[in-house]
């Protein structure tokens, strides 16, 4: 049972993921094995999950793939991209991206709530161990998310049934 | 000229809701911006307003607490309101539809999306 929670999850992750950057920044996502390296140099932000569990989300990207999006969507050149404007950018991606996957995952009658993203500057570094991590690439670019927070118990008889993975 | 008032926290939302709005049609409205819902409804009340697009989740006063304010206001509850929103499933889309909303879209927006929801909106003027 916990093995098929954990596949939703893991597929409606890499949905919400792949449909959010092609959406804004006509980026191909795909799966990675392995998180990106601390010596890239990265910009991290998270936001709480209150309902239906409480979970902290945390999304980490490298500042050249954060460049990049900002070009494709907003036309910005990297010279005018100040730090705050990165994880502006990155704020809007987690939110965006967790509202997907809760939509993704959740029965269409359950609703859920979120706090507001938060930078962490100097990357997120977890207090506790990960209930999941997720690792994807775009364009060559390695990047993750992962959340840490109550069990995934809470999540029982709310979730669908099945997911499909995009291809 | 047609007046916009977009409210969201995030500065890039707004400048990426301002550019779908530019490329459906509203090249000439003038945009005024707000960081969260109570800024956006002190906007709408002091100058007429042809368009209300707000996020839902902003510090300070949320989306949905907007869309009640101003529905409840017979000096703007005719106002229509774009939802646009990343915290919307079915259950939270029809609530905003009772609310009064005008039109719900998930975000990342994109002008196809936005123009088919602001169409009646469009013909009417």
């Known amino acids: 049972m916990m093995g098929d929670i954990e596949n939703i999850l893991q597929a409606g992750m890499f949905n919400s993921v792949a449909e959010t950057l092609e959406n804004m920044a006509f980026m191909e996502v795909e799966h990675a094995a392995a998180s990106p390296s601390s010596a890239e140099e990265g910009v991290g932000v998270s936001l709480l999950i209150h309902d239906p569990v409480q979970w902290e989300l945390t999304l980490s990207m490298p500042k050249q793939m954060i460049f990049d999006i900002a070009s494709a969507v907003y036309a910005m050149p990297e010279e005018e991209l100040s730090e705050e404007l990165l994880q502006d950018i990155l704020a809007e991606i987690l939110n965006t991206v967790a509202g997907r996957f809760l939509s993704e995952i959740l029965l269409p009658s359950e609703t859920f709530t979120l706090g507001l993203p938060e930078p962490c500057p100097h990357g997120c570094p977890a207090d506790e161990p990960p209930l999941l991590v997720w690792n994807f690439a775009a364009d060559g670019l390695p990047f993750g998310l992962h959340a840490t927070g109550s069990s995934l118990e809470g999540l029982q008889n709310r979730l669908k049934a099945h997911i499909k993975p995009r291809d | ?125």
């Not at chain 2, 949905?64 to 915290?87: D, G, H």
């Open chain 2, 1 to 125: 000229m047609k007046r916009i008032v977009i409210a969201d926290d995030s500065y890039t939302a707004r400048m990426f809701i301002r550019r779908c709005l530019e490329i459906v049609g509203f090249q000439d409205a003038q945009f005024v911006e707000a960081t969260n819902g109570k800024e956006a409804l002190a906007l709408i009340k002091e100058e007429p307003t042809d368009l209300l697009v707000t996020d839902l989740n902003m510090p300070v006063m949320d989306g949905e607490t907007l869309l009640k304010w101003v529905k409840a206001n017979p000096r703007l509850n005719e106002l229509p309101v774009l939802v646009v929103t990343s915290a919307g499933n079915p259950a939270k889309e029809a609530e905003l539809h009772k609310i009064g909303a005008f039109a719900i879209l998930n975000k990342p927006i994109n002008p196809p999306a936005l123009s088919a929801a602001l169409l009646p909106l469009q013909e009417k003027s």
